[in-house]
């Protein structure tokens, strides 16, 4: 059987794209880059390019929208030094704008143009090129056929150089799907799309792969990022591409509190996905810090990410609660950050994410809480986000714990939406309890994968002295809590006290009935004795009385023999 191998290819140099890619661009062939304006284009082939000369592959740098000057500005704010490549003859940025006015006067022609640049890689022996905004260069001419015999030159003469190329394109005016040339995308031998997610209000963008001739790729949408003096990253992470590299769960460990060990059936698993969910104040971040101290206190390292509160604010808040985080700070075992959802995208919090990750290698990380960032970003964003944040910490082997605030008291919206539930080990349900005229705080384990947890609802309160936990109470209506509860137990007290008295009374009873019988039974053994005793003595004398009579019969029948006469004497 034939093995499938694909065509030669060079790394674009882009954190998360070769994977995409399935190894990286065509070598010396033609990627076609289209989208919308501001979704990164300009960038992407940039940054194939000053990559790839850090890496010894020279190359040039073509614009037809932006002048030089602007092309190594907007460089340097990615940390770029076009420049200082220049100067090494590493990289070539064309002046677009003098060519430019060439065309304007007529005097500029492709096959000029196509002269300039065999120029330019003579001087510098380039194989990769970057040509940007080939739209605006084929404004020379407004005949269709004759823009897509010019295009068709130019990407001929790319080929025939073995160049490995990118050349960027708008998409057409109304549309956002359809290229600005479409014959072009028959011609490359990789398309790539460029999307802007506009449903939320940071919008994301997303790559996609329409197109790559002899080789497999992704086939998704890819969320993608431009970092700060760093360039574009890609996030092409799923869990089924990643599942063989995750690590199996581990040994349970403890919440922090051993009355929600046991509820949990041990505690939580090293290196599970734990969610703790419940409406606004039931206690989210008090059951994360919780975990969080007790982690510390073992020296193991925890990355905690807060999207609602400041440290400080943080800090002050559980403290009333007798927990205590700042030692940990200071120890550099707990890193907190905290961060404003609608600073930027979630691929940008991704991002940060990620490297914190790597540089702090923490045994934990705890997102509190991941329901601000849907004010910022569609479902579908927030849904990769989650999965590709907890897959990454299976990766790593890092127990992931995220807080979600839920708007209602209800059991059935603890989950309601979240579409990573399945990828979720733990579930712990926070929530409120209304009974009697008040509202107690209770809690319910919905989820814990490989154990035996309860699966009755708890009561706990948060006092300055900690969280306490207690015992499971059921009342003939369901659950009570609170006064309720202390109501109900203080009947039944009273009742058992009832109880016992009435037992002790009717024990004494008995008692005395016992006693009672006991000396009726006495006397009737005495007067029983005095009965058989006088019985005896009339039996005695009706004896002696009979043995009398039978003696006066005998006289008188002088058959009487006195005693003491011996047989035959006279």
């Known amino acids: 059987m034939n093995n499938i191998v694909d065509i030669p290819k060079v790394p674009s140099h882009i954190e998360g ?39 010894g592959e020279s190359g040039l740098i073509i614009s037809f929208e932006e002048s030089r000057t602007a092309l190594v500005e907007n460089a340097l704010s990615l940390g770029w030094d076009l420049e200082s490549l220049e100067r090494d003859k590493k990289v070539s940025v064309l002046d677009p704008r003098v060519e430019f006015q060439a065309i304007i006067a007529g005097d500029f022609t492709i096959t000029g143009l196509l002269a300039m640049l065999d120029a330019k890689l003579e001087h510098t022996g380039a194989h990769r090129v970057l040509i940007d905004g080939i739209d605006v260069l084929m404004q020379i001419t407004p005949d269709p056929m004759a823009r897509k015999q010019e295009l068709l030159r130019v990407h001929d003469w790319l080929l025939e150089r073995n160049m490995t190329a990118i050349i960027n394109t708008k998409v057409q005016s109304g549309s956002k799907e359809t290229p600005q040339f479409p014959f072009l995308e028959y011609a490359a031998d990789c398309v790539i799309r460029l999307i802007e997610d506009e449903e939320a209000p940071v919008p994301t963008r997303r790559l996609q792969v329409v197109k790559y001739r002899g080789s497999g790729f992704g086939r998704g949408a890819y969320p993608f990022t431009i970092v700060p003096h760093f360039g574009i990253t890609v996030n092409p992470v799923s869990l ?14 403890t919440s922090g509190h051993p009355a929600l060990d046991e509820f949990l059936g041990g505690g939580y698993r090293r290196r599970s996905s734990v969610l703790v969910a419940g409406p606004t104040g039931a206690g989210k971040t008090i059951m994360a810090t919780l975990f969080a101290e007790a982690a510390c206190k073992r020296g193991e390292k925890v990355l905690y990410i807060s999207f609602e509160e400041s440290q400080t604010q943080i800090v002050n808040a ?61 479902r579908r964003a927030v849904f990769e986000y989650t999965l590709r944040l907890l897959s990454l910490c299976r990766q790593m082997g890092i127990t992931c714990m995220l807080t979600r605030q839920i708007p209602t008291f209800n059991v059935e ?40 947890h309860s699966n009755q609802f708890r009561e706990y309160r948060i006092t300055s002295q900690g969280v306490t936990f207690s015992d499971v109470y059921v009342g003939l209506g369901g659950m009570l809590t609170g006064t309720a509860r202390q109501e109900q137990e203080a009947r039944e007290e009273s009742e058992s006290l009832q109880r016992e008295y009435q037992l002790e009374a009717t024990r004494k009873d008995l008692e005395r009935m016992r006693r009672m019988r006991e000396l009726k039974a006495a006397e009737l053994d005495s007067e029983l004795a005095k009965k058989e005793n006088e019985l005896d003595i009339v039996r005695k004398k009706s004896e002696a009385m009979q043995q009398a009579k039978a003696r006066r019969r005998q006289m008188r029948e002088g058959t009487h023999q006195p005693s003491g006469d011996k047989e035959g004497e006279s």
Do not use: C
């Open 17 to 55: 794209f070769d994977q995409v890619l399935n190894g990286g661009l065509p070598q010396g062939r033609v990627t076609m880059v289209y989208g919308p304006a501001g979704t990164g284009k300009t960038v992407l082939g940039m940054q194939f390019i000053y990559q790839s000369a850090i890496n």
């Open 240 to 253: 089924w591409e990643q599942r063989e590299e995750e690590k199996p769960l581990g040994e349970p460990i």
């Open 413 to 452: 919206d603890a989950l309601r939406d979240v579409d990573f539930v399945s990828q979720l080990d733990t579930v712990l349900f926070l929530n409120y309890a209304e009974i009697g005229g008040e509202v107690n705080r209770t809690a319910l384990v919905l989820k814990s994968r490989g154990s035996a």
């Open 318 to 378: 559980v403290a009333s609660a007798n927990i205590k985080l700042t030692a940990a700070g200071e120890a550099g075992l707990l890193k907190l950050i905290t961060y404003l959802p609608e600073t930027a995208g979630l691929e940008t919090h991704l991002y940060h994410h990620v490297q914190v990750l790597r540089e702090f290698r923490p045994d934990h990380m705890i997102i509190d809480s991941i329901s601000p960032i849907s004010r910022m970003a569609s």
